[in-house]
């Protein structure tokens, strides 16, 4: 049984965050504009949000005598990092308000469940096949066809736990790949372009999104957000519809972001949903320079039971990540005029870490 949610959290308040990476520091920097504390649990000692907190918790998902005390401390709990086991997610949520709730976690930590749960709502995917063990890839890729992208259930991010299966690929090797994990195999999608929407959602039900955001990824990674996005006002129409939908049928609290494909179709196009993240998203880092509340505000908001803002963009705006040894790009970018430059505070740099990004509002 869920605690029943407190009223609209005061200056004294905590919000406790599950995750210490540049999302927490981010929404941890947020609620500290809006007077409120945060004491973030991560199980990492160089967790980034660590360093613009008072309070932490330095320890395993599992612990359940370190998860009690961060308990007694908060008020609510969120998250920036959505692989929160679901036993400790439980765990809290029997001892203060988790929000969204953990029900959501169950479905977007698992791509087949997420999958199901999008055709559900009558939103179009990529066609896909279950995947349990290497005896069902055969039929499944011949159901699919190639090319298909082998992907891990669970734990994938940033393209890992991914394999492309093209004509004269090998399916015992893409398994060998992926590490013998339940999959699901997806067809290719010949994309125009990827998008995402990312929406707010408080207590009251109200739906808050920023604008579509065009996304560029390179080696699965994204590299540039670009807003607002190229795309036809039905498009348009259509990505915010379904964005809503999806945090509507959550019941959900907080921010997420939907990501889509933009497929062209006869003489107009086709959104199909690629991933939801039950979190801030990297797409959205650019509403902290480029909209009057960002996605940050929004989800400390909502989760203090604060009504959501409706949030205006600036103009138009590109953010573009810092990504491993690009972080030294940082230096320039310090002497370009207009240009907001964010670094996470990462002492390693490893090829592929998100380390830093740049805002810039362009001109009209
Ligand atoms: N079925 C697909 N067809 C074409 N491209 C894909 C497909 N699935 C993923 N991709 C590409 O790989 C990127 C990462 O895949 P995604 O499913 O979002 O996993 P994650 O972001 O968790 O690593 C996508 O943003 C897209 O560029
Ligand atoms: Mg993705």
């Not at 920097?29 to 907190?53: E, I, N, Q, T, Y």
């Amino acid at each position: 049984m869920t605690p029943q949610l407190p009223g609209p959290l005061g200056s004294d308040a905590t919000i406790g965050i599950l995750g210490g990476g540049q999302l927490g520091r981010m929404l941890a920097l947020a609620a500290a504009r809006l007077g409120l504390k945060c004491h973030v649990f991560s199980p990492d000692p160089a967790s980034p949000a660590f360093d613009v907190v008072h309070r932490v918790t330095c320890a395993d998902y599992a612990d359940t005598s370190a998860l009690d005390r961060f308990a007694e401390d908060v008020d609510v709990v969120t998250y920036e990092f959505e692989n929160v086991p679901a036993e400790s997610a439980a765990f809290l949520s029997a001892r203060r308000p988790v929000l969204p709730d953990p029900h959501v976690l169950a479905v977007t930590q698992d791509r087949l469940a997420e999958k199901r749960f999008v055709q559900d709502l009558g939103i179009a995917t990529a066609r896909f096949a279950e995947v349990d063990d290497p005896a069902m890839l055969a039929p499944a890729l011949a159901a699919i066809g190639r090319p298909a992208v082998l992907k891990t259930r669970r734990f994938g991010y940033d393209g890992k736990g991914q394999v492309l299966l093209r004509e004269a690929a090998d399916p015992a090797r893409a398994w060998d790949e992926v590490g013998h994990q339940p999959c699901i195999l997806e067809a290719f999608v010949r994309f125009e372009r990827e998008i995402s929407v990312v929406a707010a959602r408080d207590r009251a039900g109200r739906v808050a999104c920023f604008d579509v955001t065009e996304n560029e990824h390179r080696d699965h990674i994204l590299k540039i957000s670009r807003v607002p996005a190229a795309v036809s006002p039905a498009v348009e129409a259509e990505a915010l519809a379904i964005a809503g939908k999806i945090a509507a049928a959550f019941g959900y609290v907080g921010v997420l972001a939907v990501e889509m494909f933009v497929v062209a179709e006869g003489a107009g196009h086709a959104v199909l949903v690629n991933e939801i993240a039950p979190r801030v998203h990297n797409s959205g880092h650019w509403t902290l320079d480029g909209a009057s509340a960002s996605q940050f505000e929004q989800h400390i908001r909502a989760v203090a039971g604060w009504p959501i803002a409706v949030p205006r963009r600036h103009g138009r705006i590109e953010m573009v990540n810092l990504i491993g040894e690009e972080v030294a790009e940082a230096a320039a970018w310090l002497e370009v005029p207009g240009a907001a430059v964010h670094l996470y505070g990462k002492g390693t740099v490893r090829p592929g870490r998100k380390m830093g990004h740049v805002t810039r509002l362009l001109p009209d």
